[in-house]
């Protein structure tokens, strides 16, 4: 009954108002599980090296160099 009368208010049918009820609650869930929240000293560490990156590793600059041989083929 809950559902006609919501449905009704917005003029809309109550199919479409489960659908789009579903779709902003599934939005809201999944940018809630994607966020990263960072507390005080994390985010200062984070824009720290944000702003003042490490040098590459061997590992990481041999990874680019396969990279870049391989987008040019």
Known sequence: MWLEQ???Y???PVNSFVVTAAVE???E???AEQ???LGGKDAALFAKL???PPAPCAALREAG???REMIRD
Do not use: C, S
């Open 35 to 37: 966020t990263i929240q």
């Open 29 to 31: 869930l999944l940018a």
């Open 65 to 67: 160099k396969a990279y």
């Open 10 to 12: 917005l003029g809309v």
């Open 6 to 8: 919501a449905a009704a």
């Open 50 to 52: 944000l702003e003042n």
């Open 25 to 27: 609650k599934a939005t």
